[in-house]
């Protein structure tokens, strides 16, 4: 299990990207158009670096749901392989059996 710690830092990081995500696409949109002039878009960049580090998607992790695993993450399920595997075998995830017995 992660420490609740990290838990919580990505659950605060999800919310601030969610928080600025409209801005963010205003401001890529904006400093990457033609028909804007140099300045405006020099400005829109400026404005897109000044905002938070944490308001940026690149920095989520993918974590387990249930424990907050980080590694081998399977995003079909939401789950690491270790959970997913156990969950398997008890037979906790509808439509999902093992290959060979």
Do not use: C
């Not at 990081?13 to 890529?28: D, G, H």
């Not at 387990?64 to 081998?72: E, F, K, M, N, Y």
């Amino acid at each position: 299990m992660a420490k609740k710690s990290k838990i919580v830092a990505d659950r605060r990081r999800r919310e601030k990207v969610a928080r600025y995500a409209q801005l963010r696409t205003e401001l890529k949109k904006a400093s990457v158009n033609v028909h804007l002039s140099a300045d405006e878009r020099e400005e829109a960049m400026a404005k897109l670096h000044a905002l938070p580090r944490d308001a940026s998607p690149t920095r989520l992790r993918n974590r387990d749901v249930v424990d907050g695993r980080p590694r081998g993450y399977l995003g079909m399920f939401g789950l690491s392989r270790v959970r997913f595997r156990k969950m398997a075998l008890e037979g906790k995830l509808p439509g999902v059996t093992k290959s060979s017995w």
